[in-house]
């Protein structure tokens, strides 16, 4: 018979806490969250007939290979098997925000518009789309089922111990804290003692953020908007080195807002296009910032394209800074299926499903709250401010030559063609930067070209004040 040693038995109740805190976990935190990944999307409303073929034009005036484009958004199927109603489904909800996506009983004007759509497809594949239905399935984002994998009690740890030396990082650098009421913060997990703990309370409801005063006059103040990933932390480098300037009494305002929904922790969804609308504008008004120069990571820019795109927000955006953008071009389906689809091989590809894409809060991000036509930005409204006050922006692009989610390569040629090209000395304009041996997101762990992107940055910073009118 063995010995029952002393420590075997103390760390009994140690391991009987251990099972009961991850059950309690998983039953009444991780389970009640993936159930909500199982709810349909509510889709943004329709557009009229006119808009849609507008948009429909446009889009494919930018697909330089139809046989890829359709390959792709139906999941590497041979584009033989691709039958005329399989692509009617793909537009339906493409194009129509129809949830279910369904032709079995279309209504005749629609069956209409559907066959004019095929028809203006097959004069751009040269050949004709052959009638029925094949065996193959089009990536629809926001209806198909959403694929997320188990995150443990242990990994919310990590994340919670991550996020505090991210509070800590930054305000070792000198920025102020901004937590949201005290009944939104209850409704995140892991906790967050940052926002339960008395301080400056944010002016957005939905919206913590980290902010740095500006002094520096005749300069445009920051404001950041990050990608998925754990938050702020990517970023505390980056974001330490934008306030300085020429004048050691002065700097430049950042302002940092957390996106929680997409930092891998359980919370309520990520506001509509018209809330996070209305949380930005009143962070902007209570700090008084009438023009800000935006600057945007990754899924960043789907936020910056809803600011964009805001007839009262636009005219208040004259310098712009994409990093790692996802939504030029959005409506090519390699960032779709990169990110959602594509069954990993490479490590970087492994790292970017198990860590990101099939993350719970994530993939529900994605699954029911992308909206690709909301988040598409073109190269006029990226230049462009419209309406009577409107204004040339100065704009900065960079892309990883290696990225693993964005197809740069189509990015970079849809921005230089046509468009001018910024050069020094030049105002407004689009700069495209390739720093062409690194992947998505590694300009921020690679010293030399961080510091190329903080000069992008701060010189948008210093010219924004001379686009505006």
Known sequence: MYALHPSNSLSSPEKTASVLSKGTFYAFIY???????????????????????????RCFRNVSSPESYLTWWFLGADPDDIRRDNIKEFLLWAFFERGDGSVDEPDEAVDEELEQYVTLLEERLGRKIPSGRGNVQSLRLTLDKITATYRGLAWYVIVFFVDQLT????????????????????????????????????????????????TAEGQLPVVFFHGIGIGLWTYVQFL???????????????IAIEI????????????????????????LDYHCWENVALV????????????????????????????DPVTIMLHLPNVAYNFTRRRPKRANEWQLWYFASTDPGVALCLGRHFFWRENILWKEELLTSLGDSGFKRDVAVTLAGRDLIVDTASVAEYLEDDAETCVEGDEGGVQVV?????????????APSRKTLTQLVRSRCKSGRLALP
Do not use: C
């Open 31 to 57: 389970r009640p969250y993936l159930r909500r990944l199982k709810r349909n999307a509510v889709h943004p409303s329709p557009l009229s007939r006119e808009e849609r073929r507008v948009l429909f034009d």
């Open 167 to 214: 509070h800590l990082a930054f305000l070792w650098h000198g920025f102020e804290y901004y937590r949201r009421p005290r009944s939104s913060a209850i409704r995140v997990f892991p906790p967050r003692p940052q926002e339960l703990w008395p301080g400056r309370t944010s002016p957005s409801s939905q919206l913590s953020y980290w902010h740095r005063p500006h």
């Open 240 to 254: 330490a080195g934008l306030h300085k300037t020429d004048d050691k009494k002065r700097s430049v305002g950042v």
């Open 260 to 283: 929680l929904p997409i930092s891998f922790r359980l919370t309520s969804a990520i506001p509509d296009k018209a809330e996070f609308l209305s949380q930005v504008t009143a962070i």
């Open 296 to 323: 945007s990571h990754s899924y960043g820019s789907v936020l910056t394209t809803h600011m964009l795109h805001s007839p009262s927000l636009q005219h208040r955006v004259p310098s712009v800074v994409l990093i």
């Open 434 to 446: 390739v720093f062409p041996k690194l992947d998505h997101a590694q300009v921020f762990d690679d």
